[in-house]
Nanobody, 116 residues
């Protein structure tokens, strides 16, 4: 079992920055990759960025050039640095951990609100 706890959400004006954190605990040694996703009411959860154990990263088009995903292996924590935020980035952001290439664990989510 893996437990994920997100933090760092909040309210910011357009153009501002936020850094989200996701701390993993439990059976973290089998985590293959982390991902950040976001969801707004009435819409499906969408991928924002992922990072593998090898350090490879992937970004959705909406995140490229503005968001950076990183990982602190020693602290079992993954970060999402978000810059140049736009109102359309407003969503609940979720952290996901893939374990043994088959199981998924999700955090409880953290709200990000960007005002114009």
């Amino acid at each position: 079992q893996v437990q994920l706890a997100e933090s760092g959400g909040g309210s910011v004006q357009a153009g501002g920055s936020l850094r989200l954190s996701c701390a993993a605990s439990g059976s973290t040694f089998n985590i293959n990759a982390f991902g950040w996703y976001r969801q707004t009411p009435g819409k499906q959860r969408e991928l924002v960025a992922t990072i593998s154990t090898a350090g490879g990263t992937y970004y959705a088009d909406s995140a490229k050039g503005r968001f950076t995903i990183s990982r602190d292996r020693a602290k079992n924590t993954v970060f999402l640095q978000m810059s140049s935020l736009k109102p359309e980035d407003t969503a609940v952001y979720y952290c996901r951990a893939q374990v043994d290439f088959e199981s998924d664990y999700w955090g409880q989510g953290t709200q990000v609100t960007v005002s114009s």
